[in-house]
C-alpha cells in the first residue's frame, strides 16, 4: 500500500511538472479553443499507451529473469529523479514566457482537432523522458514477492500513470487561460520549481536507499 501511495505522488508531481507536453497543452489551448486541447491530451495519452506496450513487453522479461538488471534499473531512477529534482530546484522559471507569449501566434494551418491530435502524439513519443520514466521509474514500484504477477503490477501502475495524466491535463485545459496570467509572474514559478524539485529529491534518494 506504500509502494502506490508513493508511486502516485512521484508520478503526480512529474505529471504536473511542465515539459515538452504540457507546452504544447498550454499551447494549443490558448491558440484555439477547448476541443483542440482536449484532442491534443488524447493523443499524448496515446504516445503513453504506445510506450507502455512496449516496456511492459521488455521489463517482464528483465524483472523475471535478471534481477541484477532490475537493480540497475533502479539506481537509474534514482539518479534520474535527483537529476530532475536538482534541475528544478535550480531553475528561476518553469516555462519561460517567451514561450507563452510565441504562442499566442496562430497559425491557421495546424488549426483542427486532428493536427491537434498529432501534436500531442508526437510530441509524447518524440519525448526522451517518457521513453526513461517507463524504463528507470516504473519497474522500481514492481514488488518482487508481491501476490500479484510483476506484469500485473506493470499494466496496474502504468493504468494510474494514463489516469493521473490524463486528469492533470484536462485540469490544464480548462484552467490554462487564468494559469497564463500567473506564468507570468517570475516569483510564482520560482516557487513552484523550488517545490517540486524538493520532492522529487526526496523520492530519487529514498529509491537509492529502498
Known sequence: MNEIVSYILVVTVLTI????????VMKNTMVYQKSAGRMTVLGILAGHFLWIVVSILGLAVIIT????LFNIIKYLGAAYL??????SFMAKTLVSTSSLDNAEDKNPKSNGLRSSYMNGFISNILNPKVLIF???ILPQFVVQDAEIS????LIILAAI?????MTWFL???ETVSYMKRWLHKPGFQSILAKGSGIIIILFGIRTALS
Request: proline content about 6%; glycine content about 10%.
Open 171 to 173: 485540469l490544464v485545459v
Open 134 to 136: 517507463y524504463i528507470t
Open 150 to 153: 510483476g506484469v500485473m503490477q
Open 161 to 165: 500513470m494514463l489516469v493521473i495524466s
Open 17 to 24: 511538472m511542465p515539459g515538452a507536453d504540457s507546452m504544447i
Open 65 to 68: 529473469n535478471s534481477p541484477a
Open 82 to 87: 535527483i537529476y530532475i529534482g536538482v534541475k
